[in-house]
């Protein structure tokens, strides 16, 4: 019998992308707030033993190499989550280094994956790839058991620069059977024109320290503040580091923010930060 696609439950079809290093907590709130339809976390072990704060119900997506503590992690998370993604697309140097992200390329392995995970879920279960010879091997798998499948046609020597790949991504879209996320240079401007093919949009790097860019598209009202980041980094114990290079992200576009950046640099803790705001 064939398997009928959870459907994914948003107020719209314009998502914040996994960003590592960038996708904390209070980032992803205020991204929310602004109208992301769907926010991700960064990439997440499900060995960690970090305890996760997922108060904007995000995605949850996972890498791994290995079916090892997926169904403990994925019982510990499930209610707190409005779904799950497991990860083949990502082209760091770590991810080399563990076989993991768009170096897996076993399919056995990750078949066996992608099935564990859907024996422990009743929500949407996705994963995301690249542009790669394994594409079209990746979507038959994610057809048995996924619920959408996210595209960013870029190849993983390229990383995320260069120009993505549209049509590969088109190409997969009419082959598909579930719904098409598409990722890669999406912005206020252009994401129409890639709904027009595509079931969804994911913004990336054009989010970065500008979270409006979702109230521009939806119409949701909000105003950009870096304070408004900076409480919920309180609030969630963001680690500093973090904090200072959101802050420092909040300043572009903003008038004298050469300048700005230089203060933010110069500080050496949140109450030097809070003090220039």
């Not at 339809?37 to 290995?66: H, R, V, Y």
């Not at 120009?163 to 912005?187: C, H, M, R, T, W």
């Not at 119409?219 to 409480?231: A, C, H, L, N, V």
């Given at each position: 019998m064939?398997?009928?696609?959870?459907?994914?439950q948003v107020?719209?079809?314009v998502?914040?992308?996994?960003l590592?290093?960038?996708n904390?907590?209070?980032?992803r709130?205020i991204?929310?707030?602004?109208?992301a339809g769907?926010?991700?976390?960064?990439?997440?072990?499900?060995?960690s033993p970090?305890e996760?704060?997922?108060?904007?119900?995000?995605?949850?997506?996972?890498?791994?190499?290995?079916?090892?503590?997926?169904k403990?992690?994925?019982?510990?998370y499930?209610?707190?989550v409005?779904g799950?993604?497991?990860n083949l697309?990502?082209?760091?140097?770590?991810?080399?280094?563990?076989?993991f992200g768009s170096?897996?390329?076993?399919?056995?392995?990750?078949?066996?994956?992608?099935k564990?995970?859907r024996?422990?879920?009743?929500?949407?279960l996705?994963i995301?790839?690249r542009?790669?010879?394994?594409?079209n091997d990746?979507l038959?798998?994610?057809?048995?058991?996924?619920?959408?499948i996210t595209?960013?046609?870029?190849?993983?020597?390229?990383g995320?620069?260069?120009e993505?790949d549209i049509?590969?991504?088109q190409?997969?879209?009419?082959?598909?059977?579930?719904?098409?996320?598409?990722?890669?240079?999406?912005n206020?401007?252009?994401?129409?024109?890639?709904?027009?093919?595509?079931?969804f949009?994911?913004?990336?790097?054009?989010?970065?320290?500008?979270?409006?860019?979702?109230?521009?598209?939806?119409?949701?009202?909000?105003k950009?503040?870096?304070?408004?980041?900076?409480?919920?980094?309180?609030?969630?114990?963001?680690?500093?580091?973090?904090?200072?290079?959101q802050?420092?992200?909040?300043?572009?576009g903003?008038?004298?923010?050469?300048?700005?950046?230089?203060?933010?640099?110069?500080?050496?803790?949140?109450?030097?930060l809070?003090?220039?705001?």
């Amino acid at each position: 019998m064939k398997r009928k696609p959870i459907p994914l439950q948003v107020k719209n079809e314009v998502f914040l992308a996994p960003l590592e290093g960038v996708n904390d907590p209070a980032f992803r709130l205020i991204c929310k707030k602004a109208g992301a339809g769907l926010t991700w976390t960064p990439l997440t072990s499900p060995l960690s033993p970090k305890e996760l704060i997922l108060d904007d119900k995000p995605i949850l997506q996972i890498f791994a190499n290995n079916t090892k503590g997926i169904k403990e992690f994925m019982k510990k998370y499930d209610n707190e989550v409005s779904g799950w993604d497991f990860n083949l697309g990502c082209p760091a140097t770590n991810a080399k280094k563990h076989n993991f992200g768009s170096y897996l390329k076993d399919k056995k392995i990750v078949e066996e994956i992608i099935k564990l995970m859907r024996k422990n879920t009743n929500k949407p279960l996705l994963i995301k790839i690249r542009k790669s010879p394994l594409a079209n091997d990746f979507l038959k798998i994610a057809e048995k058991y996924c619920d959408a499948i996210t595209i960013h046609p870029r190849t993983r020597s390229q990383g995320y620069s260069g120009e993505p790949d549209i049509k590969f991504a088109q190409e997969l879209k009419q082959k598909s059977k579930i719904p098409i996320i598409y990722s890669g240079n999406v912005n206020e401007i252009n994401y129409k024109e890639f709904l027009n093919v595509f079931d969804f949009v994911m913004i990336g790097r054009n989010a970065i320290g500008h979270p409006e860019i979702f109230s521009k598209i939806t119409r949701t009202p909000f105003k950009r503040s870096f304070k408004k980041y900076m409480i919920l980094a309180k609030k969630y114990k963001i680690p500093w580091r973090i904090i200072k290079f959101q802050a420092m992200q909040f300043t572009k576009g903003n008038k004298n923010s050469k300048s700005k950046r230089l203060e933010i640099f110069k500080t050496k803790s949140l109450n030097e930060l809070e003090s220039l705001y």
